[in-house]
Each structure stands twice: as structure tokens, then as C-alpha cells.
């Protein structure tokens, strides 16, 4: 067979099958329903495993050249709820939704998840319903930021590297449990995407609770005098040893403490009134007003400048067209004396121009060099210049 029409059948093939994948849509009509309870102020993450989707045996584990991608929106929403993100590196890993709800998201939320095999065109749906309560135990009112510059948004999600960074972080924080309250990527803080270099991660935001006040250590990082240091280019003051390195690498200039054990006090909500001033001796608005009569100042507004413009209008008006003396009079006012010069001006004038605008007319001996500068001898030019053409390729 010609390699030609090989190609082509392999074409049709794939045109044919991408065609039934559209046509034939969701093979599994009945979505699998999983049910899962985040916890308010804590972070929640679930893993979209390609092994659960392809519906495959425990024992077996999903082909690592398979390829799927998903989508996920809220139930009746085309996007997920603010506290919900999702996060999948290539079609060849895993996906996560992660986020931590807040006291406005508690309730029920169901989240659909299609996902999309890229290989056989074949998709599966799944619904998450998500109960989402108050956590149990006691308060986290110290709370702790960190920035790690070593490790990408999905490469902390998993509960491994989660548990040993709390375990690192409990070599730098007072003896008391630690607990995960936020994941963040640094792009979603404004974060920039490094260059392709290896080695060079996006960075990741975690936040940490405890219900143990923080050590001398972090409150020295969180120290003005380590900022002033951070901003002059040093490194920032740390007064233990650096638990965390070098599985973790932390940015300890991008590391903020908030401290929630002490309440706010709340702003004094402002009384509303009835809406009636109370009684002021010093004002007393009248409460009756008399009739008056503005025709009389309208007439005045509105003609007294229209009379002004009128008057200025006929002024204007003789004495451009009545006080013209014409040119007769000019004339005969004028005496013989100035008239003659003015006219011998005008033809001498006239004279000049005629003469500058024919080159064979030969230069006025008025305006000829009567004698050599240098040496003095009043001899006549031998050579006119006015005969001499401006461009020498005229002649």
C-alpha cells in the first residue's frame, strides 16, 4: 500500500473516532457520588486520581502513558465557589481541588468533576458533596505564614510533604499541635513564573495554627530589626536552628505572625434617630414666607442687556459705514508734492522688479563696485556678474 494512502486511512481513523467520542458523549450516564467533610478555617485537599476515574481494580494501578484532564464547577455554576481551586501540572498527573472554606461556605456544596481522556475520547463524571462544618478541639489563635521557595503548589498538597513540614516546623515553634489552616500558590499572591531553569520553583504560601503562642525564634524573624535587615539586603535575624532546611527552602524575609488570642474591639455601632433636629436657639428658619411678585426683576435681568447691545451694535455701525472719507478726498487732501514722490517710489519699484526679472538686462552701474577694496583703483569691473548665470550648466 502507498504511504500516501496509508496516511490518509490513518487520518480518516482518527477523524472518525474523535467524531464518535463528541456523538457518543458520556458513556457513564450515572455519575459516581463521593461524600467528603471539609472543616471551616482548616485547608481541604482532595486528589482527582486517574486510577478512580478509569474505574480500574484496586490492585491494578492506572498506565502511566494514560492521559486525563478535568474539569470541575459547582452544581449549577460554571465555576467552582471562591474558597475552592483546582490544579493539575500535566495531563499525566494527578489534579488536586484544595482550598479552605470559610464560615460563609458552611453548609452543603456539590462539586461535579468530568474528566476527559485524552487517548480513547472516553469521559466519566463524578460528584463530590461536600458537608462542610465547624472544626472540633480548641482554638488556633496563633497563626504563621511561610513562604517556601523550594516546592511548587502540588508537590505540598499530598499528605506526606504536608505532615513532614509540620513535623520540620516543630523544631522552630513551642511544643503544641500544629495543624495546616491555608495552601496557596505564590502565583496567586502575584507571584511571577520562574524561568526554565532547573531547579527553580514557583513557591507556595502555607499557613500554620497552633494554639501555642509562638517561640522566641519566630517572633525575632517577625521583628522589625529583621525586616530593616531584609530590606537592606542581609539576611534576617533567626536565633535557632533552621529545622525546616534543607528539605524546605523559606523565604524568613516573607514570614508574617497574627496573633488572634487577644479580641478586637468592636466599632460602637451608630444609634439611628427619628429623623427631627432637636430645638437650637441660635437657628430659627421662618416658618412662613410672603408672596413676591419677579416679573419686574426678569424684565430688568433680561432687557437692560439686551438695550446695551443694541446701542453698541448701532454705534458700531456709523462709524464703519458712516464716517468713511473715500479715496477722492484722500487724494485732494493730500498735497502735489507727496503724491509725486509717492508715485516716482512706485515706478522705481516697478522698474526694479521688471529689471530683476529678465536676466539680459545688464546690473545698474549704481549697484556696480566703483574700485577694488584691497587696493584702491577705481577701475571698472571687466567682468559683469549679473551676466553670469546662477547655475553654470544654464548657459
Request: with cysteine.
Amino acid at each position: 500500500m502507498p504511504g500516501g494512502l496509508l496516511a490518509l486511512n490513518t487520518r480518516e481513523e482518527a477523524a472518525l473516532c474523535l467524531v464518535y467520542g463528541l456523538l457518543a458523549g458520556p458513556r457513564d450516564t450515572k455519575a459516581q457520588q463521593t461524600t467528603l467533610y471539609p472543616l471551616v478555617g482548616r485547608v481541604f485537599v482532595h486528589p482527582l486520581e486517574h486510577a478512580s476515574f478509569l474505574r480500574l481494580p484496586e490492585h491494578i494501578a492506572a498506565p502511566p502513558t494514560v492521559r486525563l484532564t478535568y474539569q470541575a464547577h459547582l452544581q449549577g455554576h460554571p465555576d467552582l465557589p471562591r474558597w475552592l481551586r483546582y490544579t493539575q501540572r500535566s495531563p499525566y498527573s494527578p489534579a488536586f481541588l484544595y482550598g479552605t472554606p470559610t464560615p460563609e461556605d458552611r453548609g452543603r456544596q456539590v462539586i461535579e468533576v468530568t474528566a476527559y481522556n485524552r487517548d480513547s475520547f472516553d469521559t466519566t463524571r463524578q460528584r463530590l458533596l461536600l458537608l462542610i462544618e465547624d472544626p472540633e478541639g480548641p482554638r488556633l489563635p496563633y497563626q504563621a505564614e511561610f513562604l517556601v521557595r523550594s516546592h511548587d503548589v502540588e508537590e505540598v498538597l499530598p499528605s506526606t510533604p504536608a505532615n513532614r513540614f509540620l513535623t520540620a516546623l516543630g523544631g522552630l515553634w513551642e511544643p503544641g499541635e500544629l495543624q495546616l489552616l491555608n495552601i496557596t500558590s505564590a502565583l496567586d499572591r502575584g507571584g511571577r513564573v520562574p524561568l526554565p531553569i532547573e531547579g527553580r520553583k514557583e513557591g507556595v504560601y502555607i499557613k500554620v495554627g497552633s494554639a501555642t503562642p509562638f517561640s522566641t525564634c519566630l517572633k525575632m524573624v517577625a521583628s522589625p530589626d529583621s525586616y530593616a535587615r531584609c530590606a537592606q539586603g542581609q539576611p534576617p535575624l533567626l536565633s535557632c536552628y533552621d529545622s525546616l532546611a534543607p528539605h524546605f527552602r523559606v523565604d524568613w524575609c516573607n514570614v508574617s505572625l497574627v496573633d488572634k488570642s487577644v479580641p478586637e474591639p468592636v466599632d460602637e455601632m451608630p444609634t439611628p434617630g427619628d429623623g427631627i433636629l432637636e430645638h437650637d436657639p441660635f437657628f430659627c428658619p421662618p416658618t412662613e414666607a410672603t408672596g413676591r411678585d419677579f416679573l419686574a426683576d426678569a424684565l430688568v435681568t433680561l432687557l437692560v442687556p439686551l438695550l446695551v447691545a443694541l446701542l453698541l451694535t448701532l454705534l458700531l455701525a456709523y462709524i464703519m459705514c458712516c464716517r468713511r472719507e473715500g479715496r477722492l478726498k484722500r487724494d485732494m487732501a493730500t498735497s502735489d508734492i507727496q503724491m509725486v514722490h509717492h508715485c516716482t517710489i512706485h515706478g522705481n519699484t516697478e522698474e526694479l522688479r521688471q529689471m530683476a526679472a529678465s536676466r539680459e538686462v545688464p546690473r545698474p552701474l549704481s549697484t556696480l563696485p566703483m574700485f577694488n577694496v584691497r587696493t584702491g583703483e577705481r577701475l571698472p569691473p571687466r567682468v559683469d556678474s549679473a551676466q553670469v548665470p546662477l547655475i553654470l550648466d544654464q548657459h
